[in-house]
């Protein structure tokens, strides 16, 4: 499998660099060809939907019970820590997790993560969700978390900036879209996925040349597939991302599907397939999304987010938090807190073999982004 990602990602960097030459944006742009655009306030991000609620025609009885998690202490579990030492009630051990979902969603399934590795550890663990994704990076790099949830390019600007450790890749089961190139792997677990370019029916939008002068929906500056590789492919069709469109940050994946079925954004981009993800169930309040919102373009491949840990957290924490992590995912009750999180259905554990994030990372410079430089 990650002999397959590394061709396809060594094979882009080939034809990425000449599309970008064909369009006359070769040359490598300096960090400020990156800026940020126009910030929509933060109060923005809690505009996602929450749960839906049971219809009053449903009767209680009907709806699904949810399987609680299985947090059986580990036989290897360690000593109870003295007060004062990491993992202790008094210094507990935080998780940092990055905004990418519904602040509620996301509140919800960490605790409940934290409670179990509480209960099959013996360790004491907290929950940080940072304010964006900049915020997760640094509260890993001043050691104010030793865990963290970071998403794939976050990933990468932790690594070159702060030297974290990713230890576990997450695994789901392949979510595509019928432009999709890898459309056949749908279902199965891989540990990869892509981004999409969506419009709302009535912008008129079928090509990246149509963007010119619309108003586009960005997640986050340090998203992977809401804003880093959205912006480079927008270069190689001949888009300037900062010229060309009106652009916007959303906060989340959701959000931007949401404001381009508004028209609040003409066209947008998420990651495949935000418009029908059960988790994020953006149907259950708008039932027509997928038809008022299409999807026009997909981006490449982009290796999963996962788990990581700080350079300088107990190596002996390290291993009992990757063996309660791997014990979770293969609990049913587990399992459905991690899906209801990030979508995850199962971890890889990454090894020295793995080359995932070095060759994303190579592709990225190729294109002249630079993840270290882009995390103030």
């Known amino acids: 499998m990650n002999k397959r990602l590394t061709f396809s990602l060594l094979a882009l960097i080939v034809v990425l660099a000449m599309t970008l030459s064909a369009c006359g944006a070769a040359a490598t742009p300096a960090p400020t060809a990156m800026p940020a655009p126009t910030q929509v306030p933060a109060a923005t991000d809690t505009s996602a939907p929450t749960a839906v609620p049971a219809t009053a025609t449903t009767a209680p009885t009907a709806a699904p019970t949810a399987v609680p998690p299985v947090c059986t202490k580990l036989p290897d579990a360690p000593a109870a820590p003295a007060a004062g030492q990491l993992g202790a009630s008094d210094t507990p051990i935080t998780i940092a997790f990055v905004p990418s979902g519904e602040s509620g969603v996301i509140a ?14 013996g ?6 969700t940072g304010t964006s994704y900049a915020a997760a990076i640094e509260a890993m790099g001043g050691g104010k978390a030793q865990v963290g949830f970071l998403n794939t390019f976050s990933i990468l600007a932790a690594q070159a900036k702060y030297g974290i450790i990713p230890a576990l890749i997450n695994l789901r089961n392949y979510s595509t879209n019928d432009l999709d190139p890898d459309k056949a792997l749908g279902g199965q677990l891989e540990p990869f996925y892509r981004g999409q370019f969506i ?29 880093i590789v959205p912006r480079i492919q927008l270069k190689a069709n001949g888009v300037d991302p900062d010229a060309d469109i009106k652009s916007t940050i959303s906060g989340s994946h959701p959000n931007v599907a949401i404001a381009v079925y508004k028209g609040d ?5 998420t990651y495949i397939n935000v418009l029908t993800d059960a988790a994020t169930n953006l149907a259950g309040t708008y039932p027509d999304i997928a ?14 987010d996962g788990v990581q840990y700080i350079k300088t957290f107990d190596p002996n924490l390290q291993k009992i938090t990757t063996e309660a ?20 259905n199962a971890f890889q554990q990454i090894d020295s073999s793995f080359t995932d994030y070095s060759d994303f990372a190579a592709v990225l410079q190729k294109a002249g982004v630079d993840p270290a430089s882009l995390v103030k």
Request: proline content about 3%; glycine content about 6%; aromatic content about 10%.
């Open 108 to 121: 919800t399934a960490s605790n409940a993560i934290a409670d179990c590795l509480n209960q099959m550890t």
């Open 123 to 128: 360790l004491t663990y907290t929950i940080q």
């Open 199 to 227: 419009a709302n029916q009535a912008s008129g939008i079928k090509t990246f040349a149509d963007l010119k002068g619309k108003n586009f929906c960005f997640v986050d500056p340090l998203s992977t597939s809401g804003y």
């Open 265 to 269: 954004c003409d066209a947008g981009v």
């Open 291 to 304: 038809t008022k919102v299409y999807v026009f373009a997909d981006t490449i491949r982009i290796p999963n």
């Open 325 to 344: 992590l791997l014990a979770m995912s293969k609990d049913p009750g587990g399992k459905a807190v991690l899906s209801k999180l990030y979508a995850i």
